[in-house]
C-alpha cells in the first residue's frame, strides 16, 4: 500500500521529464519516490511548479497544505477517478431520509465511543461514566441529540486521561483553533492529519467526500472524513499521543508559545509524523479477511463497509478496535 509522503522544511517541487524533484532552502535536492506516494503533506513553505501539479493530478496524488500553526489550509485533490452514480444515488438517499442518516450517524458515534472505552480500559481507568453515557446514543432522536451525547462523552474521556497525564500534558478543556497548551496542541494537529488521511483513503474508493451522516455536508469541506474520522482518532492519534507523552519523547522545544496560542515546533511536528506514520504501518491480524493489514488499510475496508451498506448489501457495523 502506497504511504504518505511529508515535506516540513521550505523549498521547491519541480518536475523534470517523469521525475519530480523537491529542492529545500539549502539548494539540496530530493527526489520523490511517486510510484510509492499515496499522499503528500505540505507543512513548510513550498512552491509547486505547473508540471509538478500536473504530475501530482496524472497520478492521483492529493496534496495538502497546511499553515505555520499545522492547521489544514488547503490542497490539491485530483479529478474524481471512480465516479459511480449508483453510489452517489444511495449516499444521498441515505442522507435524505431521517431514519437511514441518524442509524449511520449512530454507528460512527458508538464506534468512536467503542474505541475511546477500548482506551479506557488499556490503561487502566474507569469508564463506568462513559458506558452510561454510551446507552444514550440509541435515545437520541436526531443529530442535534446525538452529537450533544458525543460531545459528553469526549468530555468525560478527555477528563479521565487527564489522570494519567503529567501536569504539564493535561488537557483541562479542550480548546481547538487556537490551542492553548500542549495537550490540544498535539490533539488539534493529529486530528489534522487523521481527517487528509481518511479522505485519501475516500478518495480511492467509490464514495462522494462530501456527503455526510454525523457531521452537516457543507460547500467548503469533505465532511464524511469527518464522519469516518471519528471511529479511528482514539486507536490512532490518541495512542500516539499517549506514546509520545508517557515515553517522555516530548521536550519543551517541540512546543512553541505564540502569542495566546501553544504550537508544536517544527521538531515537535517531525516527532509527532514519524509516530503517526509509523502507526498507519502497523498491522493486525483481520478478523473478517483471517490476514494482517496496515492499520491504514482498516480505513479503506471501513470505506467499503459503507458503500455496501448504502447499497444495501451489508449493514454497516463500525470498526471497534479489539487490540
Known sequence: MKEDFYITKHGRLFRKENTVYFADENGEKHLLPINKIGAIYIYGRVTLTSGAISYFASMEIPVYFFN?????????????KLVSGHVII???????????RL?????FVDGSTGNILRNINKWNLNGEKIYILRSKIEEAQNIPQLMEVEGKIREEYYRKI?????????????????????????????NSLMYRTVLTEIYNTQLNPTISYLHEPSERRFSLSLDIAEIFKPIIIDRVIMKLVRKNML????????????????????????????KLKSTITHRGLGKKVSIKRMIRIECYKLIKHVIGAEKYKPLIAWW
Open 68 to 80: 505555520k500553526y499545522g492547521f489544514f489550509e488547503s490542497a490539491l485533490y485530483p479529478r474524481e
Open 90 to 100: 444511495n449516499q444521498a438517499e441515505h442522507y435524505l431520509q431521517h431514519d437511514k
Open 103 to 107: 442509524y449511520l450517524a449512530k454507528a
Open 162 to 190: 487527564d489522570e494519567i497525564f503529567p501536569d504539564d500534558f493535561k488537557m483541562i478543556k479542550r480548546v481547538r483553533q487556537p490551542p492553548n497548551n500542549r495537550m490540544n496542541a498535539l490533539i488539534s494537529f493529529g
Open 251 to 278: 521536550k519543551d522545544s517541540d512546543f512553541r508559545k505564540e502569542l495566546n496560542s501553544v504550537l508544536l515546533s517544527d521538531s515537535g511536528r517531525r516527532k509527532f509524523l514519524e509516530e503517526y506514520n509509523n
